[in-house]
């Protein structure tokens, strides 16, 4: 972490050829191994194995010096203490994480965005998140809420997506729910998956080996594409709300999924899987979450990865091209297709050539 500048990040200075991983992959071929009963003729006898014997010897143990040893003098001074191992929340270790991603924290709270000296662009960020929240109907406005109903709280939560150069990408603001605040009953199922970057690199060393398309998609509005099953209240922070009862903090009534809450991860995921699956037609891996594929991809087959919002589609032209525009026609997901020989992918650095067939990544800007 960097206390003057409050960026936390984590990187790794490596370079990785992706070209040669899909090769060792196909020279590694499993070996079969086939058992099949020896012959043996009907009139013979099977002979039993022959026994085991084991012959014991006693121990002559007479001149064993059984007297203890002297007892050692206590030190001078104690040793230090080792303080016990600090305990980790479930999931990925810091060790596992492979994948470096930079947010420069933003304002905390609506009026001090507003008095920033980027208020500008903090305006312009925060009048996007409430047009999205209109346009995709998240929540309704209510007067009051039944008697025993669960009523969360939300904030603003506002940060700065740096690149790798250092620059800034955007300003991004998000209205996220408070689903600590959450009770048995408002939510079921709150697991979700995401792929690994093995899988990625794997993927990107099929796009280099066949020399095939690839493109990269984002959807701007994930979590709020998908309808919520239970009945949740929400107040609003303080903003510029359309209320029609003119409160400053709105009480709404949630629609559809949002971030903070918690199952809206899991029902995000679900609601990709099943349009990938259903629709496109694709085969979700076992063995990889996140990983769809189908068809040949040196003739007409395609693959997809997906991590939260971020889409990467390898395949044919064709295929690509199709495939990207049915995503921005359900989830508006936009991007670049194709991308260029050097571009961005989940904050790595992704450079081809495509005259060698082989493509590199590396996050070396995150720790210059």
């Known amino acids: 972490m960097d206390l003057n500048s409050g960026r936390v990040f984590i990187a790794c200075d490596v370079k990785s050829d992706e070209s040669t991983l899909y090769h060792l992959l196909l020279k590694t071929k ?19 194995p ?23 003098p206590p030190p001078e001074t104690p040793p230090p203490e080792i303080p016990p191992p600090k305990r980790r929340r479930s999931g990925r270790t810091a060790a596992n994480v492979s994948i470096a991603m930079m947010i420069e924290r933003g304002a905390k709270t609506y009026h001090a965005a507003l008095d920033a000296e980027d208020a500008e662009q903090w305006t312009g960020a925060i009048g996007k998140e409430m047009a999205s929240m209109e346009s995709h109907e998240v929540f309704t406005f209510v007067e009051k809420v039944p008697e025993g109903a669960t009523i969360i709280g939300s904030r603003w939560v506002m940060g700065r997506k740096v ?19 959450q009770k048995p009953g408002d939510y079921n199922d709150i697991t979700s998956q995401v792929i690994d970057s093995a899988s990625i690199r794997l993927a990107l060393g099929l796009a280099a080996k066949h020399d095939i398309q690839i493109a990269v998609l984002d959807i701007p509005t994930a979590f709020l594409s998908c309808a919520l099953h239970e009945t949740l209240y929400m107040r609003l922070p303080e903003g510029e709300w359309p209320d029609p009862y003119g409160r400053a903090r709105p009480l709404v009534k949630l629609n559809m999924t949002l971030y903070g809450i918690k199952q809206v991860n899991r029902e995000y995921y679900e609601e990709v899987f099943d349009f990938i699956v259903d629709n496109l037609n694709l085969q979700a891996s076992i063995a990889a979450p996140g990983l769809f594929f189908g068809g040949n991809l040196e003739a007409n087959g395609v693959s997809i990865t997906v991590y939260v919002d971020d889409i990467m589609i390898i395949g044919t032209s064709v295929f690509v091209a199709s495939i990207a525009s049915r995503l921005y026609d359900r989830f508006k997901a936009a991007g670049q297709v ?10 790595m650095t992704v450079t081809r050539d495509r005259s060698k067939r082989s493509i590199a990544i590396d996050q070396i800007g995150y720790i210059k």
């Open 50 to 72: 022959p026994k085991l014997v084991i012959q014991s010897h006693p121990i002559d143990d007479s001149d064993d010096d059984l007297t203890p040893p002297p007892e050692t």
């Open 338 to 347: 194709p991308v260029p020989d050097t571009f961005q992918y989940l904050a």
């Open 30 to 48: 499993p070996t079969k191994i086939a058992f099949k009963p020896a012959e043996q003729d009907e009139d013979s006898e099977i002979e039993e």
């Open 163 to 181: 690149m790798a150069n250092g620059t800034i990408d955007k300003w991004k603001v998000r209205l996220v729910g408070r689903g600590d605040l």
